[in-house]
């Protein structure tokens, strides 16, 4: 694997961990975090041992704080919000192989973004999350607009990103922008066993489920005939033959990936 300057990566158990860590900066996104989420979720893509991955960040305060806005001024704005979603967040978001967020404290701006683009997301108890882009005359660049409006729905998030304001832990669950909430020391333990589950079921199954959901989320009008298409295609594979003996054998169904 690359080695990395503001990253952590671990691989166990088929999982691989990439920890933004940049603590004293929050995790903020600068050039070479986004740079280095980039050759990193290239690994997933491309590495056969990882069948799937978490993003989490470093310390207990925060999961990203945003961008490095220190950054701004020497930069194409046009240009540094399409790299990013080119080289990171479209990536993550259409990974064949899911892409969990585990947010450990504060996910504002474009770590909220990150979080977003992930194919579902875990928080500790002392998370907050925002687009507060308003406060500085900006909007999201990374996807905030689109993929928010997608997870919460339009009145609330367009509330959220005309004020700039934060919700906390709960009103992210109640609002479906999480799916579970745990305490700070459990968080990458729960995060780790979902992906556990996941890890046992047939990758090309898994890889057309993230495809389709993506589709529906989108508003794709071929959404339906795109479902009878990849049924079809599935219908046929060693997986799918291994899956139904396994349930009439009444055992535990070993894929291949075939």
Do not use: W
Request: glycine share 10%; charged share 20%; hydrophobic share 45%.
């Amino acid at each position: 694997m690359a080695s990395y300057n503001t990253l952590l990566i671990s691989l166990a158990d088929s999982i691989l961990t990439i920890t933004i860590n940049r603590p004293d900066k929050l995790n903020a996104l600068n050039k070479t975090v986004i740079e280095e989420l980039g050759t990193a979720i290239d690994e997933v893509y491309n590495n056969k041992e990882i069948k799937s991955a978490i993003i989490t960040g470093s310390g207990a305060k925060a999961f990203v704080a945003g961008a490095d806005i220190s950054e701004f001024g020497s930069m194409d704005g046009k240009a540094l919000a399409q790299k990013g979603q080119d080289a990171v967040f479209s990536k993550i978001e259409n990974s064949p192989k899911p892409i969990v967020a585990a947010v450990n404290g504060f996910a504002l701006g474009g770590g909220c973004e990150l979080a977003m683009a992930c194919h579902f997301r875990l928080c500790s108890e002392n998370a907050k999350f925002g687009q507060p882009e308003v406060n500085l005359g900006l909007v999201p660049g990374y996807g905030g607009t689109q993929r928010l409006t997608q997870l919460i729905g339009k009145g609330k998030a367009m509330e959220l990103m005309l004020t700039g304001n934060m919700i906390d832990a709960s009103e992210a669950k109640q609002l479906g922008l999480v799916n579970y909430v745990t305490t700070a020391d459990s968080l990458l333990d729960k995060t780790v066993a979902l992906l556990q589950v996941i890890n046992t079921k047939a990758p090309i199954a898994i890889k057309h489920v993230i495809a389709l959901t993506n589709l529906a989320a989108y508003g794709a009008a071929d959404g339906l005939q795109k479902e009878v298409q990849a049924f079809g295609e599935l219908f046929d594979t060693k997986d799918a033959k291994e899956g139904a003996a396994a349930f009439l054998e009444k055992r535990k169904a070993n894929f291949t990936g075939e």
